[in-house]
T-cell receptor, first 110, second 113 residues
C-alpha cells in the first residue's frame, strides 16, 4: 500500500490568492512528481524532483513552483491563482519508474 | 505523433468477456512499461508492469510486450463491472534513471453486466 498523502483534497479559492498544495510520502523515495489532469483528459507532468534540492520543470508549462527541502515533502505553490489553474493536481513518488500516486487535490479557482 | 498512443474508446465488453487494451510507443530504447487503472475521480493505481518481450500474467490480467513492433497490450480475462475504468499505458522513455513516465491518454473500458 502506497503511503503518499496530499492535502487539501479539495480547495475552492478566489483569483489572486496564493496557495500551496502539500504532498508527503513515507516510503523514502528519492523521486517525486507533480501532474496536472483535467477531467477525462491526459496526465501532464508539470514538475519532478530527483532528490533534496533537485527540481525540474516537466513537459507541460506551469506557473506553479515547487521545492524539495526534505526527502518526504514536495509542496507545490501558486503565487497568484487564476481560473485557468482549475484542475486536479496529482503527486507521485517512486524509487525507480514504478510511481505511486497520492489521492490528488481538486483545485477550483473562482 | 504522440510518444505513447492509446485508443481513447470507450471499449465496451460484456461481463465475462476478454477485454483487450492496446498501446503503441515511439521510442525504441524504452525499457519499462506499465499499466495503470484509474477510476473516475480517483488517482491512478498500478496493475501491471512488464520489462521484457512476451507475456506476463497476474491473476485475470496479462500484459504483452513486443519491442520490435513497439507495442504493449493488456488483456483482462473474465471482465467484471468493477473493471470499468480508464486504463493508462505508461512508458519509461529515454533516461532510465529519471523514473519519468510518459502516459498515454488512456482507454475507457465499460464492462456491461
Amino acid at each position: 500500500e502506497a503511503d503518499i498523502y496530499q492535502t487539501p483534497r479539495y480547495l475552492v479559492i478566489g483569483t489572486g490568492k496564493k496557495i500551496t498544495l502539500e504532498c508527503s510520502q513515507t516510503m523514502g523515495h528519492d523521486k517525486m512528481y507533480w501532474y496536472q489532469q483535467d477531467p477525462g483528459m491526459e496526465l501532464h507532468l508539470i514538475h519532478y524532483s530527483y532528490g533534496v534540492n533537485s527540481t525540474e520543470k516537466g513537459d507541460l508549462s506551469s506557473e506553479s513552483t515547487v521545492s524539495r527541502i526534505r526527502t518526504e515533502h514536495f509542496p507545490l505553490t501558486l503565487e497568484s491563482a487564476r481560473p485557468s489553474h482549475t484542475s486536479q493536481y496529482l503527486c507521485a513518488s517512486s524509487e525507480w519508474a514504478h510511481q505511486y500516486f497520492g489521492p490528488g487535490t481538486r483545485l477550483t479557482v473562482t | 505523433q504522440k510518444e505513447v498512443e492509446q485508443n481513447s474508446g470507450p471499449l465496451s465488453v460484456p461481463e465475462g468477456a476478454i477485454a483487450s487494451l492496446n498501446c503503441t510507443y515511439s521510442d525504441r530504447v524504452s525499457q519499462s512499461f506499465f499499466w495503470y487503472r484509474q477510476y473516475s475521480g480517483k488517482s491512478p493505481e498500478l496493475i501491471m508492469s512488464i520489462y521484457s518481450n512476451g507475456d506476463k500474467e497476474d491473476g485475470r490480467f496479462t500484459a504483452q510486450l513486443n519491442k520490435a513492433s513497439q507495442y504493449v497490450s493488456l488483456l483482462i480475462r473474465d471482465s467484471q463491472p468493477s473493471d470499468s475504468a480508464t486504463y493508462l499505458c505508461a512508458v519509461n522513455i529515454k533516461a532510465e534513471l529519471t523514473g519519468k513516465l510518459i502516459f498515454g491518454q488512456g482507454t475507457t473500458l465499460q464492462v456491461k453486466p
